[in-house]
């Protein structure tokens, strides 16, 4: 069986401001990945696969075949000779392992498909993201699409609003940059559907609600101009400001043993950390100017860069 692969990915910024129409940055990551198999379903982990799979089929069949449609025969013949997702992306850590799944059952299975290959205008990126969103939503209950969209594109992408999303280009690295983005494992995975919940819950409260609007989403807003423009410096003083406004307000979402490292970043200026997805556990987002300080102050944590600058 041929298949290709697919990367996991990570939303340098807008998790949770996307959803009120901030702007987001997501960029794929290449150092996980997923793609189908063929395996011996008396193997533990092929079997359970499998049969997720087979859950996944039965709930995309039903959506709006003005949406998408799919080839049921074909899946069904490949389930039956043992098929599975094989994939290194670890689960509930923010980084887009139901994505890469999607992404790979759309472009094997979805009929009439809009390929990579073909000019993809920003009609048709709004296309994939709606079909995208409404077959994550068995993995979340509900979706923005942009994991499996930024896995099946394999591109950075900027989104500016809910409607209007484009891919984009990323200031190139500097392998020699003191700089880094870097991921922190926090050693738990989480579960995205409750952290999003808590979320909708606390913007009904009017002083939470200005707050996101005013400053969570401002904030955001600079740091992916910021991003794209290779302004470091403004960067920099930019992601303190959003660290802050995370610790300050997003406390459910921060594993309670990160509290004080989250905030000792923000004293010391060594580094500093934000949401990477959802929160609630998986992998916290860092940035520093200079990594080798940020190494030493976290000394006690495995550490991954994603970029250098």
């Known amino acids: 069986m041929k298949a290709p692969l697919f990367y996991s990915k990570i939303l340098l910024f807008g998790e949770y401001g996307i959803i009120k129409n901030s702007k987001g940055l997501s960029i794929p990551y290449n150092f996980f990945k997923g793609g189908f198999k063929l395996g011996d379903l008396s193997v533990e982990e092929v079997s359970k696969s499998n049969k997720n799979l087979k859950l996944f089929k039965d709930f995309i069949s039903k959506i709006d075949k003005n949406i998408v449609v799919f080839d049921l025969n074909k899946i069904n013949e490949d389930l039956d000779k043992g098929m599975y997702f094989d994939s290194t992306i670890p689960q509930g850590y923010g980084v887009g392992s139901s994505g890469a799944l999607v992404a790979a059952v759309y472009d094997r299975y979805a009929q009439n498909k809009i390929t990579i290959l073909e000019n993809l205008t920003k ?169 080798e300080k940020a190494k030493a102050a976290l000394s006690d944590y495995k550490l991954e860069v994603v970029y250098n600058f």
């Open 123 to 291: 009609n048709k990126i709004l296309v994939l993201k709606n079909i995208f969103s409404k077959m994550e939503s068995f993995f979340h209950g509900k979706s923005s699409g942009l994991d499996p969209l930024n896995s099946y594109l394999s591109l950075p992408i900027l989104i500016h609003s809910k409607n209007k999303i484009e891919t984009t280009g990323i200031p190139s690295q500097s392998i020699n940059g003191k700089g880094a983005v870097f991921l922190l494992d926090s050693g738990e995975s989480s579960d995205t559907a409750p952290m999003v919940e808590i979320f909708f819950e606390s913007m009904k409260n009017k002083d939470y609600s200005k707050m996101i609007k005013e400053d969570f989403i401002h904030t955001t807003d600079n740091c992916v101009e910021d991003f794209l423009n290779a302004d470091f410096k403004s960067l920099f003083s930019n992601i303190k400001k959003l660290s802050k406004v995370v610790l300050e307000n997003f406390k459910p979402m921060i594993p309670e043993n990160f509290h004080n490292i989250w905030a000792k970043g923000i004293e010391s200026n060594d580094y500093f950390l934000k949401l990477c997805g959802s929160g609630g556990g998986g992998y916290i987002l860092g940035f520093s100017q200079d990594f």
